[in-house]
């Protein structure tokens, strides 16, 4: 009964290296989609996904890449990390899109700190 | 462009009280709101969420109301335990299916 799996939960990054958070469900949840959250700003959508090949920008992508080769994982990649991009991280999933089953059920997040 | 909002940032109240969380909304042309709960250093848990039709959803001593006209919503909780203690958040699902997060309500209940 594992839900949806994030990991690592913690990483320090410097400034222009690269990584990727890895976020699996095994509900078989369509939707899939990553937040940031930041003291004061509440969560943030960075990408999200209604299905596997489909992936589409959120309010703050610059930064991120993500893909969406299978309906169980949906990775985060950040191409060349800067200080901007310490937060928390949270990947969700839901069954479905409009008019389907929208309860979000959230991984336990990953803490990144950029130095 | 959607804006949420909820107050109070923080609240302390003593065991055994009824609550009221509020959350308000810019643009009434929402498809849903969720209520989701957040333990210190976890993810979030959905509680109850109201579609765009709905007045209002219960689960156990929580209700939350939806009033679309005036952009408001609110979280109420009866015979408050200090395992309520954490932060509330609202989010609204917005015209362009986008869930837009307020910062949230972070809550301690005192034994």
């Known amino acids: 009964n594992a839900g949806v799996t994030q990991t690592p939960k913690f990483q320090v990054l410097k400034t222009g290296q690269s990584m990727t958070l890895q976020c699996a469900q095994d509900?078989?949840?369509?939707?899939m989609s990553w937040y940031r959250q930041d003291p004061g700003m509440g969560l943030r959508l960075i990408h999200y996904?209604?299905?596997?090949?489909?992936?589409d920008q959120g309010e703050v992508p610059n930064g991120y890449n993500v893909s969406r080769s299978t309906t169980e994982d949906f990775p985060l990649r950040l191409l060349s990390a800067a200080p901007s991009q310490t937060s928390v991280y949270f990947c969700?999933?839901?069954?479905?899109?409009?008019?389907?089953?929208?309860?979000?059920?959230f991984g336990s997040g990953t803490q990144l700190s950029v130095l | 462009k959607q804006e949420v909002t909820q107050i109070p940032a923080a609240l302390s109240v003593p065991e055994g009280e009824n609550l009221v969380l509020n959350c308000s909304f810019t643009?009434?042309?929402?498809?849903?709101l969720q209520w989701f709960r957040q333990d210190p250093g976890k993810g979030l848990t959905s509680l109850l969420l109201?579609?765009?039709?709905?007045r209002e959803q219960t689960s156990g001593r929580l209700n939350a109301s939806l009033d679309k006209s005036s952009g408001r919503s609110t979280l109420y909780i009866a015979a408050s335990q200090p395992g309520d203690s954490a932060t509330y958040l609202c989010?609204?699902?917005?015209?362009?299916?986008?869930?837009?997060f307020g910062s949230g309500t972070r809550l301690l209940v005192r034994p």
């Open positions: 969700a999933s839901s069954y479905g899109g409009r008019g389907k089953n929208e309860k979000l059920f």
């Open positions: 509900m078989n949840h369509e939707y």
């Open positions: 996904s209604v299905g596997a090949g489909i992936t």
């Open positions: 643009d009434s042309a929402i498809y849903n």
């Open positions: 109201i579609q765009s039709s709905q």
């Open positions: 989010a609204v699902r917005d015209s362009s299916y986008k869930l837009i």
